[in-house]
């Protein structure tokens, strides 16, 4: 583990929640990014070493919006910065963790990501993230 990269809040309305962020955090977002695999549009603001993820939803089949309706606005996830994903998910699994997705795939930030089971970190959603690089 290297690093808290980031914390994912999800909203219902980016622009409201951007006024709300960027007046709290006293700083603008550095990045707006749409990632339609995950049907989400993102706001990142960096504080310090790590980030603010800010998650719209763009689809009502985005697990955004649903994550939303069941449990309201808030903290979506925390996400773990990792040297290497694979390696990563196999020691995890050797450790008894499970996931939501075994493979990672390209999410936003120019990361490969991974989601590991919420059940066994007390009901925090666990994202693996690496950078990828170019």
Known sequence: MLKIDHIGIAVKNLSI?????????????FK???????QVTTLFYQTGESKI???????????IR??????????HHIAFE???IHESIQYY???GFTFIDEN???GADHKLIVFMNPKEAHGVL??????IKS
């Open 17 to 29: 929640a951007r006024e709300v962020y960027s007046s709290l955090l006293q700083v603008e977002p």
């Open 32 to 38: 707006k990014e749409i990632v339609e695999n995950e």
């Open 53 to 63: 993820e800010l998650l719209e939803s763009n689809s009502e089949l985005s697990p």
């Open 66 to 75: 649903k994550y939303i309706e069941k449990k309201g606005e808030g903290i």
């Open 82 to 84: 990792v040297q290497d």
């Open 93 to 95: 699994k050797s450790h």
């Open 104 to 106: 990672p795939r390209k």
């Open 126 to 131: 666990i994202e693996l993230c690496q950078s």
